[in-house]
Structures are given as C-alpha cells and as structure tokens.
C-alpha cells in the first residue's frame, strides 16, 4: 500500500460523524474527530455535510456503520473489565485512527503497542501531534506489514513483555489478511500470551451465512473496499472459527453472532441497526 489506509480514515470518520451527530451515542469518542483527515473533520462537525454524505459517498457503506461503532465499545468494555483484573498490556493490531490511547482517562499503567502499516501509523502520528498526543510514554508504535514480518519479533523488538497479562485488540483488519495469516497470529498469540490474556477480534460471515436481506449490503460494502485497494478475503462461519480455535488451544471462545450482539448494545434503538454480515470474537489464553 501507498498511501495511508482509505479503510482506517472512514472508520475513523463514521467514529467521529457518530459521536458528534447522534443524540445518545452508544460510543463515545470525542478524539476521533481530531483524527481525521480535513475532509472527514468536515463532514462531522456540520450535520448537513453529514447528511449529504450519507446520501452519496457513504450510501454504500453506511449500513455498516453501527458494526465499526460497536466493535469499539465491546472493545471499550472488555478492556474496562480486564483492567481491574491486572491487565498490564494492550495491542492493538491494525490500529489505524484508533483513539482509544489517548483519551484523558486512559490508565496509563497500561502499555499500548500500536500495530500498523508505517505509511498509516505516519499519518496518525502527523495528526496526534497536532493535539500533543504523538509522544506519549504508555504508548508504542510498531510499523510492521502482517503479510511480511513476524509480529513476534516486531513486538519484542519494540519492548513488549509476554510475561505481562495482554489484551490484543483486533479490529476491522481479520477480514483484510490470508486465512493462515490470520490463523497464524492466532497460534502466535495462544503460545506466547501469558495466562489471562485475550484476544477480540471481528470477523466476517461467508455470504452463504449471511440473511437474504443483508446480502445486497454486504456485495456494496465489498465491492467498495475492493475499489479502495482493501479487498475482503477471510470469511469464517462460527462453527469453523470455533473449529479453529479449539484446535489451537483456545478452549471456549466467546463467539458473539449478530443477534447477541444486538441484544447486548441496541435493544429498543430504532435508529442503531447491527448489520448480520460481521460478529465478534473474544479467545482467552488459560
Ligand atoms: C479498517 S482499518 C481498521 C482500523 C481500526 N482497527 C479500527 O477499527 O478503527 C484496517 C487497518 O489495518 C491496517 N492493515 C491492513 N493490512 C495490514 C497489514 N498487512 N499489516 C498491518 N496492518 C495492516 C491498515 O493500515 C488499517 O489501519
């Protein structure tokens, strides 16, 4: 890739458009309007622009904005959880505009390693400095390509400690890597976590799994990244991602397929509907 992330700079502004626009939003994330690019920054603060986004460059995607809000709060609340429990380290792979780091109230006895792209993680840290954030001391960053280098060697050569209880935060990349990058990661992290540790990701449903209804979402959301240069190319059903994961020795994954998720974050929002192509995924290391 050449240029920083397309698909890392729309989560951010769907992030940022929800947090400005929506009168009772289910995530909070104030930070992410400073991430984005000017254009986004834009589009967020004036809800016209917002609307007319919705209407044109957006319509194909914007069905699938509440998946990227959710997948930040689920991350917010597995994190929150672990954190009274001695969590010491945070990863978050594919990190992109995440935001989560730098919020006023974040622990910073936690240590965060950033994972990305360089040319991304350039560009984010452009943008963290002009609010003063690109230099904090909790925080990591580590350029390495996923398809290229040994995300092993790149964290340890970036001061992470596997001996450290570790949340690994892996969000909006599953769908964009191999299958056996993916499921080699995995096996990375099941043999080198310590015990206690955990991995949440998302993931996404094979077409053949997804409700007729939602289907004609999904081919315009996947087409759109296709053009965007990030195409989807790891699709898992829930018994094969269970299947996986037992093998590599995670016993009782947390699986959540859209229905509970929806139960868990949007009972009675009429104007939050979860689209029925991703679901999410939460593997401790015991
Ligand atoms: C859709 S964005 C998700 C960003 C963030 N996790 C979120 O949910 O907002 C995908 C991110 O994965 C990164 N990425 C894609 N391929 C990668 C690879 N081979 N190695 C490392 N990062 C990669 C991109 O640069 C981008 O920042």
């Known amino acids: ?5 397309k698909t890392a700079e729309l989560v951010c502004a769907a992030r940022a458009t929800h947090t400005l626009q929506y009168d009772n939003p289910v995530y909070f994330d104030p930070l992410a309007v400073e991430l984005c690019g000017r254009f986004w920054k834009l589009v967020a603060k004036y809800k016209p622009l917002t609307m007319l986004m919705n209407d044109v460059i957006m319509r194909k995607l ?10 930040a709060k689920f ?8 954190v009274q429990n001695e969590l010491r380290q945070l990863v978050v792979l594919g990190a992109g505009y995440d935001s989560f780091a730098y ?8 240590k965060v390693f950033e994972v990305d792209l360089e040319i991304t993680q350039n560009e ?4 963290l400095a002009k609010i003063h954030k690109d230099n904090l001391p909790h925080v990591t960053y580590v350029p390495l390509d996923l398809k290229e280098q040994s995300l092993e060697e790149g964290l340890e050569s970036h001061g992470f400690d596997f001996s450290h209880k570790t949340l690994v ?7 964009y890597i191999d299958r056996d990058i993916f499921l080699q990661s995995l096996k990375i992290f099941k043999r080198t976590l310590a015990s206690g540790s955990a991995v949440i990701f998302d993931f996404l449903l094979p077409q053949e799994d997804i409700p007729d209804h939602w289907k004609p979402v999904e081919q315009r959301c996947a087409n759109f990244v296709a053009k965007k240069g990030e195409p989807w190319s790891n699709r898992l059903n829930e018994n094969e991602l269970q299947y996986e994961l037992e093998r590599i020795g995670f016993s009782e994954p ?27 995924c939460m593997a401790t290391v015991t």
């Open 1 to 5: 890739m050449q240029r920083p992330s």
């Open 62 to 71: 914007v069905a699938i904005v509440p998946e990227i809000i959710l997948r």
């Open 75 to 82: 991350c917010e609340d597995v994190f929150n959880s672990l």
């Open 103 to 110: 919020r006023d109230d974040f622990p910073t006895k936690v």
């Open 124 to 127: 984010k840290r452009a943008r």
């Open 169 to 175: 935060s892996w969000f909006g990349v599953t769908y």
């Open 254 to 280: 947390e699986i959540l397929m859209p229905e509970v998720i929806e139960q868990k974050y949007v009972v009675g929002r009429e104007d939050f509907v979860f689209p029925h192509i991703m679901c999410f």
